[in-house]
């Protein structure tokens, strides 16, 4: 009985392993953010809902735009609609290779995949306002926009109102559009001032509960996600409906990559409409925008204005935590998607960023925070270690007892559980560690996983980029073959550092006690290979730290059955 109980306990934390992220349900929306096609019950209902892009009308190279040269983001700005539809940013390459292109995140419409950030204003319902749109043709006012370096775009409608786009950027991915209306008009003009980040096409997601990939956003109070298939599902129901509306003051929203974030953060005073649709008018369209919710009112001889900012960059969790603090925008931290272990995988990434700092190296900060992990939990995981020593002393009894009662499985039971109590060992101890390890597991998988300060993170030998498999390969000789096995068979791929895995499991397994039923035991025995190669294709560094943790744990179990009167640890069975 009790060696089932210690089967059914690490098929749980086996099944934990894998499936948590699949089995745990994710917060529920509020009603009014999801699932809904019809305008919020609010005064934005008749708020106008910025028009869908049209296609510039000359060809790509005509366009005239204005230059951007930052620290950190170069690219250019289209005077054709005012759009931010060309940002690289500079420290970042696509693969490992130093000559590799750099990172883009947004492209113009002309591109194959169109993703760009606009400004403009709509007018109330049959008022006669000439306004800019998608073609209209910005003038700047100087030939480059710098950190130092603002620049203002303008356009007069010829009937008495002049638009400007006041431009800034700071040291890192924030930009500031100050959006103002110069009215020379003898009369008050009403206006909604609005910004939206378009897509043009699907992304390609991973498709995993362990990353959100879509529309991301502090609206309403609370963190809010909207995936593309939601947009995309709720435009075909209705086209145009907005898979997400809600009205009010402050926050931040936008369209989230695993390491790249565009978001727009509005002056967080005024009360917008913020909603994330697939406008679906020529293929996907997906749009995030945030309109006022009342109409800017501009009397005569005044001048409207209205600041936004536009963060167009790597998801640096330092950086955001920065931006977090110094401009007061709440909660813009949680754009990296840290989960719902939270509470241990921000604290792991800090603990693990520091000691990377401190070592030049994150796979070294890996093994030294598992280090400080497995000393953290020393005294539970040393009693229960200690009591798998005694465990394995009592092989021999417990060998004794099944032959004396192999005919009496009741009387058997009770003989059994009073050995346990004579010798004062709990024979499911064995399951404590593992139980210990599954949050840190999955806590460090998350770090490792979705923090772009782990991608393309360097350790030594092969291991080029830490938050991808280990790109070896037993099965093509670790590349003397030059072959993929895995375009003949997906399953075949298992790496060096698995196999390391897979080794310190083993060695780990043979100094445990083994599970007297003979059939349990050869079921043990597969272990080390089902994780071999369920693992092969996690990210190198949460590899490297189960091996790591696996040989601390061999060191510590072997010095503690050196104490229990197993005075020649072996790892044969016995």
């Not at 997400?244 to 989230?256: F, M, P």
């Not at 501009?298 to 603090?325: C, M, N, W």
């Amino acid at each position: 009985m009790d060696q089932k109980r210690l089967i059914i306990a690490i098929a749980v934390s086996l099944a934990i392993l894998l499936g948590f992220q699949w089995l745990m349900p994710r917060p529920k929306p509020p009603v009014n953010a999801v699932a809904s096609t019809a305008e919020p019950a609010t005064p934005a209902a008749a708020t106008p809902v910025p028009a869908t892009s049209a296609k510039a009308s000359l060809p790509p190279a005509e366009v005239p735009r204005l230059k951007i040269s930052a620290p950190r983001v170069e690219g250019s700005i289209s005077l054709i609609g005012a759009r931010l539809d060309d940002v690289v940013l500079k420290n970042y390459r696509e693969t490992t290779d130093p000559d590799s292109p750099l990172v883009k995140i947004l492209e113009p419409k002309s591109s194959a995949q169109p993703y760009y950030v606009q400004f403009g204003w709509s007018a109330p319902a049959g008022a006669a306002v000439k306004l800019p749109d998608s073609d209209t043709l910005w003038t700047a006012s100087g030939p480059s926009l710098g950190v130092n370096a603002p620049v203002t775009l303008t356009w007069d409608n010829g009937a008495g109102l002049v638009f400007e786009i006041a431009l800034a950027i700071d040291d890192n991915f924030m930009f500031t559009a100050q959006q103002r209306v110069r009215n020379s008009t003898g009369a008050a003009v009403s206006l909604y001032p609005w910004s939206r980040i378009s897509r043009d096409y699907t992304p390609a997601v991973l498709g995993t509960y362990v990353l959100h990939e879509g529309m991301v956003g502090w609206l309403d109070g609370r963190l809010q996600e909207v995936k593309y298939a939601t947009a995309k599902s709720d435009a075909e129901k209705t086209t145009g409906a907005a898979a997400l509306s809600l009205t009010g003051a402050g926050g931040w929203g936008g369209i989230t990559d695993k390491y790249w974030l565009i978001a727009l953060v509005p002056d967080q005073s005024v009360p917008t409409v913020s909603a994330f649709r697939d406008a679906r008018e020529e293929g996907d369209s997906y749009q995030f925008y945030m309109v006022t919710q009342n109409p800017e009112q501009i009397a005569p001889g005044a001048t409207g204005t209205l600041a936004t900012r536009v963060f167009t960059g790597a998801k640096e969790v330092h950086l955001l935590d920065q931006y977090e603090s110094s401009d007061h925008i709440p909660n813009f931290s949680y754009a990296v998607d840290f989960g719902w272990f939270w509470f241990l995988t921000k604290p792991f990434f800090y603990a693990i960023d520091w000691l990377n700092a401190l070592l030049g190296n994150f796979g070294l900060a890996i093994m030294v925070f598992t280090v400080c992990v497995k000393g953290l939990f020393f005294p539970l995981a040393n009693k229960s270690y200690r009591s798998m020593s005694k465990m394995k002393l009592l092989g021999p009894k417990i060998s004794a007892l099944r032959e004396q009662f192999k005919d009496e499985p009741a009387k058997l039971q009770q003989a059994t559980m009073q050995l346990y109590k004579t010798e004062k060992v709990n024979p499911v101890s064995g399951c404590l560690p593992m139980v210990i390890q599954i949050p840190v597991f999955f806590s460090l998988y998350k770090v490792i996983y979705t923090t772009i300060e782990m991608r393309q993170a360097p350790f030594f030998g092969w291991i080029h980029d830490l938050s991808v498999p280990d790109p070896t390969n037993i099965f093509n000789l670790f590349g003397l073959l030059p072959i993929d096995p895995t375009q003949y068979v997906s399953v075949a791929h298992l790496g060096a550092w698995p196999l390391i895995m897979g080794a310190t499991m083993f060695f780990q397994q043979r100094l445990n006690p083994p599970p007297p039923d003979p059939v349990q035991a050869k079921l043990f025995q597969f272990m080390p290979l089902i994780f071999m190669f369920m693992l092969a294709r996690f990210p190198a560094g949460l590899v490297i730290y189960w091996s790591w943790n696996n040989t601390l744990t061999i060191a510590q179990q072997w010095v503690i059955m050196r104490r229990t009167r197993l005075t020649k640890p072996s790892f044969a069975r016995g």
